[in-house]
């Protein structure tokens, strides 16, 4: 029996190890393919002799891998199906490694081998979900691709009513909590035991039991933990996530105060005025309609403006069938724009509504082209040299809906023209100067949704 204790004791620990033991096999399986294939050529075919040492490194590391990540499941925090298909499928994995050396010699080996590879991509995205969520590797997908593959996303969409027609919770608590909570708190991954996008299950609580006391904001788990300082480990959300604002944390606490139901009408509840009119404010977003721009009588570009465009080696391509709207891709990145290459691009400039020119090169530096662009939609500027003075300059182009400027050299001074920008819905900023810290500084209000 101590011998038992001990080990209950200690098994968190050792569970912990499982995300260090688990890179271990994905490595060596995925080097001994490497090296299997790389031995077909006669001036490599030495490499082949050190494949079978390898695929035993990867099958003894997944067999640490299995033991740990077990433990580690053992301690909760995670949904029971995704833990049943990783857990199982990092098993089958391991196992395929050894019959894999057991076939070594035979014509099985290599087509057991490519399924021992393909395990590991499933059993490895698997994993992926567990930790940050069954949405992360789709999250930032273009939705036009999202409906390609079918994809839905995990936007939560408030549908537009008035204040008469709003619900406490439904219009404004889970829409917050949606977006700065339940990526760690879901269906998949249960931190602390706690589920907030399902309502019966948040109301329930976590581990440590209820989160949210009825008509007690106060004495709440959850309230207490949004107080805490940004560097406290309790803290939610946690370090490094975008922060509940002081008007959120109101919301959430007047929620709580009332009855802690899905629906209550807003105007069946007392609300001071400051908080009324920031409430109006969250109320009045923008109808989910088509852009403006699409209702404009525009020509078709001629033939040969689009193949001036392809010489250049931009992808042409109209927005819809029989539509006269274009989407451009550059995807050189090495060869960058010149002053030719944009002039093809100005000669489709009422045509051209979706712009993708993400990491692409630009001669000079010149970027005062995308100004006589007046009907772009969406605009990708990912990793590229644009600066302050250009985006403020483009941010007059009224239909804009969408634009990233992930990694560019963007500061805050561009956000005020960009979020007065009347269709403007997505604005990326990921790995630019600017912060979210500086939405709040500076006192903006905008139903704009950005993404650092």
């Not at 912990?16 to 393919?33: S, T």
């Not at 301690?75 to 098993?91: K, L, N």
């Not at 005062?368 to 182009?397: M, R």
Request: aromatic residues 10%.
């Amino acid at each position: 029996m101590p011998s038992a204790i001990i080990f209950n004791d200690i098994s968190p620990f050792i569970g912990r190890f499982h995300p260090l033991f688990v890179h271990l096999p994905i490595g060596f399986i995925i080097i001994a393919y490497v090296l299997e294939f790389a031995s077909s050529s006669k001036k490599r075919f030495h490499l082949k002799a050190a494949v079978p040492f390898v695929l035993w490194l990867g099958g003894i590391s997944g067999v640490l891998a299995a033991v740990t990540g077990y433990i580690l499941a053992q301690s909760g925090g995670y949904g029971a199906e995704a833990i049943f298909w990783h857990q199982w499928s990092g098993i089958a994995v391991t196992i395929l490694v050894f019959i894999t050396l057991l076939v070594y010699k035979t014509k099985a080996y290599r087509t057991l081998f490519s399924f021992t590879m393909a395990g590991i991509l499933i059993t490895g995205h698997l994993g992926g979900n567990l930790t940050h969520g069954e949405t992360y590797l789709t999250e930032y997908l273009p939705d036009e691709l999202k409906d390609v593959f079918g994809i839905e996303g995990d936007t939560y969409i408030v549908e537009v009513v008035s204040y008469q027609e709003a619900a406490l919770y439904k219009h404004l608590v889970y829409p917050i909590l949606h977006d700065k909570c339940v990526s760690c708190h879901n269906n998949t991954k249960l931190k602390g035991e706690l589920n907030i996008k399902d309502f019966e299950s948040f109301l329930e609580g976590g581990e440590n039991g209820e989160v949210v006391k009825k008509g007690s904001s106060k004495t709440s788990e959850m309230i207490k933990r949004i107080q805490l300082s940004e560097s406290h480990e309790d803290t939610m959300p946690p370090e490094g996530k975008e922060r509940i604002t002081e008007e959120e944390l109101q919301l959430i606490s007047l929620w709580i105060d009332q009855d802690l139901k899905e629906v209550t009408p807003l105007d069946s509840i007392e609300i001071s005025q400051d908080l009324k009119e920031d409430i109006q404010f969250r109320l009045n977003r923008k109808e989910d309609v088509i852009s403006p721009v699409f209702e404009l009588d525009i020509a078709e570009a001629s033939e040969d403006k689009l193949e001036d465009l392809r010489a250049f080696g931009f992808n042409v391509l109209p927005v819809a069938r029989d539509s006269p709207f274009l989407q451009v891709t550059y995807f050189d990145r090495v060869s960058p724009l010149t002053e030719e290459s944009k002039k093809a691009l100005l000669a489709v400039s009422k045509q051209l509504v979706w712009l993708d020119l993400t990491s692409v090169l630009n001669a000079n530096d010149d970027w005062v082209f995308l100004e006589a662009l007046p009907n772009l939609v969406k605009l990708y500027l990912s990793n590229t040299s644009v600066e302050d003075n250009t985006i403020i300059a483009f941010s007059k182009n009224k239909y804009l809906e969408k634009v990233s400027l992930f990694g560019t050299s963007a500061s805050k001074e561009i956000l005020k023209p960009l979020l007065e920008l009347e269709y403007l819905e997505y604005l990326y900023l990921g790995n630019s100067k600017v912060h979210a810290k500086d939405t709040i500084s500076m006192g903006l209000k905008t139903t704009t949704k950005i993404i650092f």
